[in-house]
């Protein structure tokens, strides 16, 4: 007998085992905590790592759940497309490492919403070791520097970046611009700054400024952001 393509959707299903469902669900979860304890550890965003890391578990097992449900029902599959289609993501990703982790945490619920147990969890562990062996071998890891400098202007028409290089390149050791934000209305700066005293650093912000006097400056001790 000859099925009509309404009739197959309707019975392409497959049980979804309860018992390998929480087995999973839980592995994932248990790799997010993981995943967003290496991100806050060795990850190198100037924004807040642990903050943002607590995403990764609702992403996680929110992936796995997805893809569970749908690969048991081509009407799911199908349907899918046009949901997603609706969704909007407006999250700004500030950093090209924060969507890396982002990926990573997605691709774990992928592995194990697709019953793939075993892989995912060899994939995510020689992943996990490579990025920590990277860390603590390569040359431009960040605890080599002293500071995180953020400089904030509500008047950028008073100042540019080339000023403000100008002036901490004088007085630092280091200097390296890791994020830039401008509009009419604001700018915003951070660097990574090496200094080999206070003096170095006090005479850098007096001569900033003096450029703004409503200029914010913050300073932060790398291994404060652990």
Known sequence: MIQTFEEFLSTSRA?????GFIFNILLSAALAVILSWIYAKYGNSLSNRKQ??????????????????????????LGLVGALSIIRFRAAIKEPEELAYLFLAIAVGLGFGANQTAITIIAFIIMVVIVIIAKKFSKNHYDNQNLHLTIQSSNPNKISIENILEILKK?????????????????????????????????????????????????LDNKGLM
């Open 171 to 219: 007085n630092c050791d280091v200097v390296d611009l890791r994020r830039f934000d401008e509009t009419k209305e604001i700018l915003e700066a951070s660097f990574m700054v090496e200094a080999r005293d206070f003096t170095q650093l006090s005479k850098a912000k007096e001569e900033l400024q003096k450029l703004n006097e409503a200029l914010k400056i913050s300073f």
């Open 52 to 77: 943002f890391g607590k995403n990764f578990l609702l992403i996680t097992m929110t992936t796995m759940l997805i893809i569970t449900i749908v690969k048991s029902s081509l009407a799911l599959s």
């Open 15 to 19: 049980n979804i085992p309860i018992l």
